[in-house]
């Protein structure tokens, strides 16, 4: 055996192992081929005055979600102002089962400290290559090798160039130069450094090494009056990107379907300057089309006005009014299922003021307020072009449930997803929902009215949950891939 690789060891175990190795005078993966020996051979070395590992180490379970983790990532965090993403990046990947070992720079720890890192990952922090506690076993080969994926996020002009180049001179660089798994980059640096010609041939040899990039985004910089494309991706676009890496494909269950989904807050203008909102972000409706997009399916995403980048694959109309996105949405039919889940204002003002309204000594100017036209009601009823599947978004404050199930029979809709927005929920502009799928048993228009509540979870993971249910619903197809 030219090699041995053991993974997924308890703390413990592995602690015992290199203990006994260094004392020995012997790398671990000798040590363990000797412990292998002896077993066999029946004499075991006695474990004292070292404590034994138990003889059955659990797993390791995630502290957020409570389940095993189903794959490792080594993350290498790279010196630059992006590094603050980094912390989200630990917790969105945790978030998916995956665990995460981090590495900082030396430049990175001037941006965020090990123990910030240490306490997100609950792991180690390595920062050292010449690091005693770990180097005796030559540490670095096991960050390398003993993950799935590694990820540098940001990914500096330096770190890219010392890759390119086969350089190896810190931790982060003799990592990246040692292992045999894939890597994934999100670049991060000013503009013009990206566009440097030296970058864009480090860029181009990293590529043709098969690394895989994502971003840089393009945007504000850091740096007062900079912008461009250099931005770091988001974390979520960077932990989706590792997870399709490190699982496999998700069946396409709605391919072939057209799929209309309406997302984020409507402006009704008062006049040129001051509008009626609401605090609607859209990163719910943004997931869903992301997700939907993930199955297969022709997504056509009606947005009001948010702060969001649009989803890759994904056809965005952008509005501003109710009467807008309604006029989108007509001319997206025919499609085979409607998800409204933008929060479209329920009224605008009469008359819109072509001038700004002022003051007076009379006081505030009078709002007649007018209704404005019931996207969700309008498609649920129509006779013709009616999508087979409506589903419409329930946010409510209070009688949850029972709002819901009145919304399901008043505005003529398949599905309700309910979800409570009161302001102590934080689901308006937050990551996370809690939400209830309200649906007529059997699909039968006077049928019992079922509920199925789901448990917290983040906006994904909502959109992923809700899209398997529509691709069951309407296919008979599961988003589970195939074991």
Not at 176 to 201: C, G, H, Y
Not at 219 to 236: F, L
Not at 386 to 411: C, M, Q, W, Y
Request: glycine residues 6%; charged residues 25%; proline residues 6%.
């Amino acid at each position: 055996m030219a090699s041995l690789t053991i993974r997924k060891l308890d703390e413990g175990v592995k602690t015992y192992l290199r203990l006994r190795s260094a004392r020995n005078r012997r790398s671990v993966e000798e040590e363990v081929r000797i412990i292998l020996g002896e077993l066999i051979q029946g004499h075991e070395e006695p474990l004292t005055p070292m404590a034994a590992p138990p003889d059955h180490a659990p797993a390791p379970v995630s502290q957020r979600t409570g389940a095993v983790p189903e794959a490792s990532v080594t993350l290498i965090i790279g010196g630059g102002i992006a590094a603050y993403k980094s912390l989200d990046l630990i917790r969105r990947l945790k978030e998916r089962r995956i665990e995460v070992r981090c590495v900082l720079t030396q430049a990175a720890q001037q941006f965020v400290t090990p123990l910030a890192v240490s306490a997100l990952s609950h792991e180690r922090v390595y920062t050292d290559l010449f690091d005693p506690q770990s180097e005796f076993d030559a540490g670095h080969i096991r960050l390398a090798r003993d993950c799935d994926l590694i990820v540098v996020a940001p990914a500096t002009a330096d770190l890219m160039a010392k890759m390119a180049n086969g350089h190896a001179d810190d931790l982060a660089s003799a990592i990246l130069l040692a292992t045999n798994r894939k890597i994934l980059l999100a670049p991060a640096m000013n503009p013009l450094m990206w566009n440097n010609a030296a970058t864009r041939r480090n860029v181009t040899q990293l590529q043709r090494d098969g690394v895989v990039l994502i971003g840089p985004n393009s945007g504000e910089m850091a740096e007062a009056g900079e912008a461009g494309v250099g931005r770091m991706s988001e974390a979520i676009e960077i932990a989706t990107a590792a997870e399709r890496l490190l699982r496999p494909p998700v069946p396409k269950p709605l391919a072939g379907k057209r799929v209309l989904i309406t997302a984020g807050p409507t402006h009704e203008p008062i006049d040129p300057v001051r509008y009626i909102a609401n605090r609607s972000s859209g990163k719910q409706g943004f997931a869903i089309a992301a997700a939907a997009q993930a199955a297969g399916a022709e997504v056509i995403l009606v947005s009001g006005p948010v702060d969001l980048d649009d989803p890759a694959g994904v056809t965005v109309k952008h509005v501003e009014s109710a009467r807008q996105m309604l006029e989108q949405v007509q001319a997206a039919l025919p499609a085979d299922i409607a998800i409204f889940a933008a929060a479209v204002a329920d009224w605008r003002v009469a008359n819109e003021g072509e001038q700004k309204l002022k003051k007076t000594s009379a006081g505030m100017p009078p709002l007649q307020l007018v209704e404005n036209p019931d996207i969700l009601a309008t498609i649920s009823k129509l006779t013709e072009k009616r999508p087979p599947l409506v589903i419409g978004f329930a946010a409510e404050t209070e009688h949850l449930i029972d709002n819901a199930k009145s919304k399901l029979a008043r505005k003529g809709c398949d599905w309700i997803v309910a979800n409570d927005v009161s302001p102590a929920t934080g689901v308006m502009g937050g990551d996370r929902n809690t939400v209830h799928l309200i649906s007529r048993k059997n699909g039968e228009k006077d049928g019992e009215i079922a509920v199925d509540s789901w448990p917290v979870m983040s906006k994904e993971q909502v959109a992923i949950e809700l899209v398997a249910h529509v691709a069951k619903s309407v296919t008979g197809k599961s988003l589970e891939p195939a074991s």
